[in-house]
């Protein structure tokens, strides 16, 4: 396999990297409530460091796997078809407190639909129970 062929989108590395993947609305309710902290004078120390995660870490063949189940269709994607990068973070880091008070309310599935049929698309709010669990 020749070196250009690793720029072809189809061919990924062996798919175990782990993804902590986070709604952008949870992520934004995140950074909200880290604000009133700061504004209310409820910050502990200098500087607090916070971990926002979903608490559901999956691998990219996982993700490859879900987002051909909610598209319906098979995705041209050839695992192990190029190797790891030297420096290829393989999971999440684990930095920073858990943020009190704060949860992801968008699941996964949910954050997903919306990117495969647009035009069916709703928009979330952080509000909104989580129906994926």
């Known amino acids: 396999m020749s070196g250009d062929n690793y720029l072809d989108a189809r061919c ?5 990297q782990l993804l902590d993947l986070v709604h952008i609305d949870d992520v934004t ?13 409820q910050v502990q120390q200098p500087h607090e460091r916070y971990a926002v995660s979903s608490g559901r870490p999956l691998s990219m063949r996982q993700l490859v796997a879900l ?4 598209s319906g269709k ?15 973070v ?5 930095v ?3 943020l009190l008070g704060w949860e992801p309310q968008v699941g996964l ?6 990117l495969l049929h647009p035009s069916a698309h709703t928009a979330h709010s952080a509000s909104s129970p989580r129906t994926d669990l």
């Open 109 to 114: 599935q949910d954050g997903l639909k919306p």
């Open 90 to 94: 393989m999971r999440p880091p684990r």
């Open 96 to 98: 920073g407190a858990k």
């Open 67 to 70: 987002l051909e189940q909610l």
């Open 74 to 88: 098979r995705l041209n994607v050839t695992f192990g078809a190029r190797p790891y990068r030297t420096r290829e």
């Open 12 to 16: 990924m590395s062996p798919g175990e």
């Open 29 to 41: 309710c995140a950074f909200s409530l880290c604000t009133q902290r700061l504004l209310l004078d």
